[in-house]
């Protein structure tokens, strides 16, 4: 029994090892199982008999999880596979294959779709599968395991798209593309070169050879008239391990600018871009820029054009010429100073203080025009003209000068430099999606928007928004701008320029794209705005020219209509604004004038036009005309070297003017000499009268003094000293002038009662009154109130004014002394008389010194002729004015003296008895 048991115990502990071990190796094998379903796949799956999913299992299981842990209340469960996925075109025979496995209850592998996800978003899915069946064989159903593979299918279908959108994007740029490998084949070329070559399509198939290529072309008669075999042995010997490029003229007339670069792997690219209107704007600059030249080079005066910095832009040989100077050496850059210094070592400034003379003209403001005539060694009169220009430099006109400096026109047009593809072509592309995002841009972008940068996913309002605010768009209001950019409709194409803040002068072009986005295309054309802003510049130089010379100049052709008029031709002649128009005939004009009489009247005027219009202009002529309002024209005609004449007219109006002034001015002169004879002659009686007095009273005393009492030395003495002192003040008039024709005079600055200094001078002047029989009064308010001037020379003016009053009233006279302030606070003096009066023509005459109206030595009223002169100089000098009043003669005369507001003092309580003395000012 105990053996017996004994065994029995052995038996159970070994079946128990057993089944330890095997639950042992279950285990493991469970985890094996689990660790491949974990790594296997995202999740797994059932579905029953009917195709329906009965079980799924969690998805993103931790490492450790239960991979096989049901998936509860999931919207894909009761549910078919077909139920739940978004069928995409071209996916037909994927699901009828699928169809067929299912069909036939075979295992099937990778089926990738897209599938619904209840109100989540779409994923794509890449499902295996296996068909289960019962121990009996029924089928029971399908299970499997499932991947997520959105982010791999969405990244596949993303570069299909941008290939798509590469090849789109370079078939809408404006430059033509052609892409060939090693061996010469083509590999692709854009649609743009086809058409830009005008061949048909299907010559530029993918895997043709170059030379193929170039001989369809040669057929196409692409390359123009000549010998086909010649133009493809030339295209084809052309080095394509190297940078080439050419412009080619096309056969209808287009000139396209083709490049060549060399790739990598010995491939080569070829970029062709259209550059025609470039060549056309080239041409017609240059044309303009020729026609102004002939313009300048028949002008009759020498023009220089200085920059701000006072060097030489443009100068014409006839200005060298006139002023004396070496050909070719006044040339641009040379400055002022420069020009200056060549004049003067040739000897052009000898009769000057060469050294003032330079320091003048440097320091003449040139922003104003100047104005000045210079007489060279040899006699010639030059008349210099300074106008200021726009750009703040100036233009130097001698008159008579007909050569213009010839301008050069340097036209800097060129296209941006191409590269291969994106990356080699010079234009910047960026490429934007249907919502307005940055989907790619290339190198050449950045480069040219540099300080401006964009990058992937930035939206477009982003990007307008950033370069608004930096300025990109140019001023104004920001939101203005950016409103203004995103309101342009991207759906058709565009193109505009701009400059952008760090001068750089950008051409974008914007084309719209099949899925709704757009391409921008961004050329630097700094070059060509450079050379057309140059163009502009020299032309608007030109033109400025023209319109700034003082002599109107009209270019006629060889059939005399205009072909160019500045405005001052029109003003000269004139005519109506918009008639000296180019294809204006010569014979319009001279009836225009005709008509308006300024050729005269009657038959006269009607020879004078048929001269005018039958004149030989071959031969050069020069005549004067004066039009109806007086101005004296001018007029000189140039014959031009296609048969054509310029027309020069010149205002000589002040130059004949100046010489008429010359020769009065000549005989003025001749009368200020002759007046001051008569004074000195006239003068010497003022002189001997109070000398003869000193000389006779003297003597009569040296003679015998003894014999004279003390009433009569006195009575001697007495006289002695008036004369001394009527010399004396004869003396001090003589000085006075002296003083201020040397342009000084000292005044002192007083505060002067005009009451208490009439009422001086009417006490002074009152026996002198009474003993010729003239009334003398006063109408002086009390209220007056006092000037600052000087009080001594103010009462030399008054008294000087009254005296002349008493003499010239003659016995029962009556002189009149009144004051007033004016309502603009200028206070008046006033001296009447009714005395002999002056006739009006002689009222300023009386002002000039040493004149008197009675000149003869037997004249009825002495004196030296100075005291007007000195008078009016005196109240000039205290910013006043001094004129005569009167009828004529024997009506009175009235001195009216105006003193200005600005010396008029507020009145005091109690104004001082005696002027308040200050410092004595001295002014000019």
Not at 569 to 592: D, K, N, S, W, Y
Not at 610 to 627: G, K, P, V
Not at 757 to 766: D, G, I
Request: proline share 6%; with cysteine.
């Amino acid at each position: 029994m105990e053996g017996g048991e004994g065994d029995t115990t052995a038996s159970l502990q070994a079946e128990v090892e057993v089944l330890r071990i095997a639950c042992a190796m279950l285990e493991d094998r469970e985890r094996r199982l689990r660790d491949f379903a974990y790594a296997s796949g995202d999740w797994f799956w059932e579905q029953d008999a009917s195709l329906r999913f009965t079980w799924l299992s969690q998805r993103d299981v931790p490492p450790g999880g239960d991979v096989l842990a049901p998936r509860l209340d999931d919207p894909m469960l009761g549910r078919t596979r077909e139920e739940n996925a978004i069928r995409e075109p071209g996916d037909e025979a994927m699901w009828a294959r699928h169809a067929e496995d299912l069909a036939a209850r075979r295992p099937f592998r990778d089926l990738t779709y897209r599938s619904r996800r209840g109100a989540n978003k779409p994923l794509w899915v890449r499902i295996s599968g296996v068909p289960v069946f019962g121990p009996d064989g029924t089928f029971q159903g399908y299970r499997g395991i499932g991947r997520d593979v959105t982010a791999e299918m969405e990244a596949t279908l993303a570069a299909r798209r941008q290939t798509a959108l590469l090849r789109d994007t370079l078939d809408r740029l404006p430059v033509g593309i052609v892409l060939y490998d090693a061996e010469r084949r083509l590999i692709w070329a854009n649609a743009t070169y086809g058409r830009m070559a005008g061949v048909n399509p299907q010559i530029l198939r993918p895997g043709r050879t170059l030379e193929e290529i170039v001989r369809d072309f040669a057929k196409a008669g692409a390359y123009g008239p000549g010998d086909p075999e010649a133009e493809v042995a030339a295209v084809l010997a052309i080095d394509r391990t190297r940078p080439f490029r050419r412009t080619r003229r096309m056969p209808d007339g287009r000139s396209i600018d083709v490049r060549y670069e060399p790739m990598p792997d010995g491939g080569h690219v070829i970029c062709a871009l259209d550059v025609t209107p470039l060549i056309q704007a080239e041409a017609e600059a240059r044309a303009r820029a020729l026609e102004l030249d002939m313009v300048l080079s028949r002008l009759r005066s020498g023009v220089c054009v200085f920059g701000g910095d006072r060097s030489v832009r443009l100068c014409n040989s006839r200005y060298t010429e006139l002023l004396g100077l070496p050909v070719d050496s006044v040339r641009p850059g040379t400055t002022l100073a420069a020009v200056l210094q060549l004049l003067r070592d040739r000897g052009e400034f000898a009769s000057l203080d060469a050294d003032r003379y330079v320091t003048e003209v440097l320091a003449r403001d040139r922003s104003r025009p100047n104005h000045l005539r210079r007489v060279r060694p040899n006699g010639a009169v030059l008349d210099i003209v300074s106008d200021p220009l726009p750009d703040g430099g100036f233009m130097i006109t001698v008159t008579d000068i007909t050569a213009l400096a010839r301008a050069e026109d340097e036209a800097r047009a060129r296209a941006a430099m191409l590269d291969a593809i994106l990356d080699n072509l010079p234009h910047g592309v960026a490429v934007y999606d249907r919502s307005r995002s940055v989907t790619m841009f290339n190198r050449a972008y950045a480069e040219i928007m540099r300080g401006a940068p964009i990058a992937i996913g930035d939206t477009l309002e982003a990007v307008i928004r950033r370069r608004a605010a930096a300025g990109e768009y140019g001023p104004g209001d920001v939101d203005a701008v950016i409103a203004r950019e995103l309101g342009r409709d991207l759906s058709v194409p565009q193109r505009r320029r701009r400059v952008r803040p760090n001068g750089t002068a950008v051409d974008v072009r914007t084309a719209p794209l099949p899925d709704g986005g757009h391409v921008s295309v961004v050329t630097d054309i700094t070059p060509v705005v450079e050379a057309e802003a140059e163009a502009m510049r020299r032309a608007a130089m030109l033109d400025t020219m023209l319109e700034h010379i003082r002599h109107g100049i009209c270019m006629f052709d060889r059939d005399r209509r205009v072909v160019i008029a500045n405005r001052m031709a029109a003003q000269l002649l004139q005519h109506p604004p918009g008639f000296l128009v180019p294809g204006r005939t010569h014979e319009e004009m001279i009836g225009a004038l005709l008509a308006r009489g300024e050729l005269g009247e009657g038959e006269a005027a009607e020879q004078r036009a048929r001269a005018l219009l039958t004149q030989d202009r071959s031969i050069a002529s020069i005549y004067r005309r004066t039009r109806n309002d007086g101005r004296v024209l001018e007029v000189r005609s140039d014959p031009t070297p296609d048969g054509g004449f310029v027309i020069t007219y010149t205002d000589v109006t002040d130059q004949t003017a100046a010489e008429e002034s010359l020769r009065a001015a000549k005989e003025q002169a001749e009368a200020a000499s002759r007046a001051k004879s008569q004074f000195l002659a006239t003068m010497s009686h003022e002189l001997r009268t109070p000398l003869n007095a000193i000389i006779g009273f003297s003597e009569a005393l040296m003679r015998d003094p003894g014999r004279h009492g003390s009433a009569k030395i006195a009575e001697y003495a007495s006289s002695i000293n008036e004369a001394g002192r009527h010399l004396l003040a004869l003396i001090n008039d003589i000085l006075d002038v002296a003083r201020i024709e040397a342009g000084r005079i000292d005044l002192a600055e007083d505060r002067v009662d005009i009451g208490r200094l009439a009422e001086s001078c009417r006490r002074l002047m009152e026996p002198t009154a009474r003993t010729m029989g003239v009334t003398l009064t006063l109408a002086v308010p009390p209220d007056l109130p006092p000037v600052r001037g000087d009080e001594r020379r103010l009462r030399q003016v008054l008294l000087n004014l009254v005296s002349n009053a008493v003499k010239f009233s003659g016995s029962a006279g009556s002189v009149r002394v009144s004051a007033r302030v004016e309502e603009d606070g200028r206070l008046v003096v006033a001296v009447s008389d009714n005395g002999v009066g002056i006739e009006r023509s002689e009222l300023e005459r009386v002002f000039q010194p040493f004149t008197q109206l009675d000149s003869s030595l037997s004249r009825r009223f002495q004196g030296s002729g100075l005291g007007l002169y000195l008078s009016r100089a005196l109240v000039t000098a205290h910013g006043g004015t001094l004129h005569l009043e009167s009828p004529g003669r024997g009506q009175g005369t009235t001195a009216v003296m105006t003193l200005p507001a600005g010396r008029v003092l507020r009145p005091v309580a109690a104004p001082s008895l005696t002027a308040t003395r200050s410092p004595r000012s001295s002014l000019p």
